[in-house]
Structure formats: structure tokens, C-alpha cells
T-cell receptor, first 112, second 113 residues
Framework: KQEVTQIPAALSVPEGENLVLNCSFTDSAIYNLQWFRQDPGKGLTSLLLIQSSQREQTSGRLNASLDKSSGRSTLYIAASQPGDSATYLCAALNSGYSTLTFGKGTMLLVSP | GAGVSQTPSNKVTEKGKYVELRCDPISGHTALYWYRQSLGQGPEFLIYFQGTGAADDSGLPNDRFFAVRPEGSVSTLKIQRTERGDSAVYLC???????????FGPGTRLTVL
């Protein structure tokens, strides 16, 4: 059974810092990995999706990498802003299945 | 275009009552998913539809939970004899293909008193 772990559980940084959020998964037979953002009391917003054949994806100040062999993905946020404050979730889609297994998320607070 | 919508946004009910939660997926998306999110946790899979049929319902916790998607678009999650432990946010997602990017709705917050 796939298990997804996110470290750290919470992170507080001053505005302008570059930061890295970590995601690890136990079963490397994944089809893709998706990063989401969740604001308090809201649904999930898809940020980046990395196919298993890809190493990374970029969107604006966000860069996500994937290393299937080690069971790890990272989300890099450049030049953080207060508006980046939210919970970030990663989720793995296992090969042969169509459902996502989520981590518990990293709660990010960026202070002005 | 319009995203995934869910109604109601909030539902408060009493223990033992029946509730229905509705999901309108993105137009043309054949795959539809229901997840449940408890406080401080990531979403957990409940059921997945491909078209009108439930392709995987292994995440439904017990037989009080049931979901339908009769015309391959709108889906309804039905919970009978609600219990306080059913309190959570119920999220719906849709995808153009079964292994594609999933797009989530805003969720329905269910509170069972």
C-alpha cells in the first residue's frame, strides 16, 4: 500500500526566502505525482503534475522535481511571498490505479 | 471555463439522518472521484467513477456510504444513518482521463451533531 510522507509538517519563513518542501513515497511504481495548494477552508488547487517519465516541472516561481528510484519529490518555491502562505500537499498516482494517495501536507507561513 | 462545483458548501445534520452531497464535474471529464478530508489530514480516496460506472469503490468506509453517477456527469454521494465520525470535508475531483491531472472542487463541509 502506498504511503506518502511530507516533511516538514509546518514551515515559517520571512518574505523573499527560497524554500524546499519535501515529499516521499514508499512505492516507486507511480504513474505521476501531483502537487496541490490548499488555502484554509478551501478546496485543492493543482500546482504541478510530474509524469513518471519526467524529472521536473516548472511553473513561474515553482519547480517540482521527481526521483522515482529514491521515492522522493521536492517542491521549490523561489522568492517566497506572503500570498504563498497555504498548505501544500503532494499526491501520488500509482500505476494500475486511478486514485491519488496524499501526504498530510506542509503548512507554510510567509511573513512580510 | 467552469471548474468543479459542489453543493452544498456546508451541511449540518443530526446523528442518524440521511444526507446527499452533489458534485458537478468539469464538462467533458469522464473520470470523477470522491475523497474525504479530516482536519489536519490529507484527502483519502472514497470512490472513483469512469463514465457512469463505479470503477473502484474500495475506499468507501462501510455500507452506509453510496455514490451514483447515472448520466456520466453529475455525481451524488449518499450517506445513510450519519454518525459523528462522518464529520469531514468531502471533496470531489474530475479528470479528462483516468490517469490525468485531477481538478478539485471547493468541497462540502459535513458536520454531524
Amino acid at each position: 500500500k502506498q504511503e506518502v510522507t511530507q516533511i516538514p509538517a509546518a514551515l515559517s519563513v520571512p518574505e523573499g526566502e527560497n524554500l524546499v518542501l519535501n515529499c516521499s513515497f514508499t512505492d516507486s511504481a507511480i504513474y505521476n505525482l501531483q502537487w496541490f495548494r490548499q488555502d484554509p477552508g478551501k478546496g485543492l488547487t493543482s500546482l504541478l503534475l510530474i509524469q513518471s517519465s519526467q524529472r521536473e516541472q516548472t511553473s513561474g516561481r515553482l519547480n517540482a522535481s521527481l526521483d522515482k528510484s529514491s521515492g522522493r519529490s521536492t517542491l521549490y518555491i523561489a522568492a517566497s511571498q506572503p500570498g504563498d502562505s497555504a498548505t501544500y500537499l503532494c499526491a501520488a498516482l500509482n500505476s494500475g490505479y486511478s486514485t491519488l494517495t496524499f501526504g498530510k501536507g506542509t503548512m507554510l507561513l510567509v511573513s512580510p | 471555463g467552469a471548474g468543479v462545483s459542489q453543493t452544498p458548501s456546508n451541511k449540518v445534520t443530526e446523528k442518524g439522518k440521511y444526507v446527499e452531497l452533489r458534485c458537478d464535474p468539469i464538462s467533458g471529464h469522464t473520470a470523477l472521484y470522491w475523497y474525504r478530508q479530516s482536519l489536519g489530514q490529507g484527502p483519502e480516496f472514497l470512490i472513483y467513477f469512469q463514465g457512469t460506472g463505479a470503477a473502484d469503490d474500495s475506499g468507501l468506509p462501510n455500507d452506509r456510504f453510496f455514490a451514483v453517477r447515472p448520466e456520466g456527469s453529475v455525481s451524488t454521494l449518499k450517506i445513510q444513518r450519519t454518525e459523528r465520525g462522518d464529520s469531514a470535508v468531502y471533496l470531489c475531483a474530475s479528470s479528462p482521463v483516468s490517469v490525468g491531472e485531477q481538478f478539485f472542487g471547493p468541497g462540502t463541509r459535513l458536520t454531524v451533531l
